[in-house]
Structure formats: structure tokens, C-alpha cells
């Protein structure tokens, strides 16, 4: 006889809740801070923001990765760079205007990294196609 279970709803902690929705988890209101957010409520979150959730995702303050991918750099590159803290979209965009050295120097290593990565996926790819033929080779020759 199988026992029947109630279905319990899945949680996280807030921070990991932040992170799927992209945003600061310190600049978040304090009951979403201080909660635990259940699957379903990050669905609604995600499919509904409320409004404090679409104010942080256009303005900020903006975690480390969102602010890396809004300058074009890896969060490495932000550490490099001496940015530590969360910026706001206002800040980003200040960055981005003032473009002193340090990010044209990550911004251009984030370049040659891409070129690296397709390189090497261009090549695993031949590899596997010229080992593909190989076998069918193999195959009908045995």
C-alpha cells in the first residue's frame, strides 16, 4: 500500500531567490529579505513583477554579474577594475561614459576570451565529425 504524501512547496532563501531574479538582494524590501520564497511565488514574481521588482531591475543597485554583463566584462574583470560594490544604472552608465582604461583592457580580454571559446568548439566539433566518418569508415569495412 502506497502511502500518500502531502506535496510540500518548494523553497529557497532569499538570496538564492535574488540571484534567479537578477537582482540586490540588500536593496530588496526587508519582508522579501527576511522570508523564504516558495517556487510559486517566484513564478509570480518572474511572470508579474510588482513594482519594486521592476524598479530594481531598471535602476538598481544591480549585483556583481549584472553589472559585469551591462559594461561587457567578466566579474573578474569588475574585481580587477577595483568595482566591488554594487552600482546603480546611473553609475553603469557613468562607467561606461567615462571608459578609463581598465575597461577597455577587460572589455578587450572579454574579446580574445569568446575568440578562444569558439575556436576550441570549432575544433571539438571537427574532431567529433572526423571521428564520426572514421567509424562509419570502420563499420563498413569490418
Known amino acids: 500500500m502506497t502511502s500518500l504524501k502531502q506535496k510540500t512547496s518548494q523553497t529557497m532563501k ?4 535574488a540571484k ?10 526587508t519582508g522579501f529579505q527576511e522570508g523564504v ?11 508579474d513583477p510588482p513594482q519594486w521588482l521592476q524598479e530594481l531591475r531598471q535602476n538598481g543597485p544591480h549585483p ?3 553589472v559585469a554583463a551591462k559594461l561587457g566584462v567578466s566579474i573578474a574583470g569588475l ?12 553609475q553603469i552608465e557613468a562607467v561606461k561614459a567615462e571608459n578609463p582604461l581598465w575597461l577597455q583592457h577587460e572589455r578587450a580580454n572579454q574579446v580574445d576570451v569568446r575568440k578562444e571559446a569558439a575556436r576550441i568548439k570549432e575544433k ?3 574532431d567529433a565529425a572526423a571521428l564520426a566518418v572514421k567509424a562509419t569508415k570502420a563499420a563498413k569495412a569490418g
Open 79 to 90: 574585481a580587477r577594475g577595483g568595482v566591488t560594490e554594487a552600482l546603480t544604472t546611473e
Open 124 to 126: 571539438q566539433e571537427k
Open 37 to 47: 520564497v516558495s517556487r510559486e511565488e517566484l513564478n509570480a514574481l518572474q511572470a
Open 14 to 17: 532569499p538570496a538564492t531567490a
Open 20 to 29: 534567479k531574479l537578477g537582482i540586490y538582494l540588500d536593496a530588496a524590501p
Open 64 to 66: 556583481r554579474p549584472v
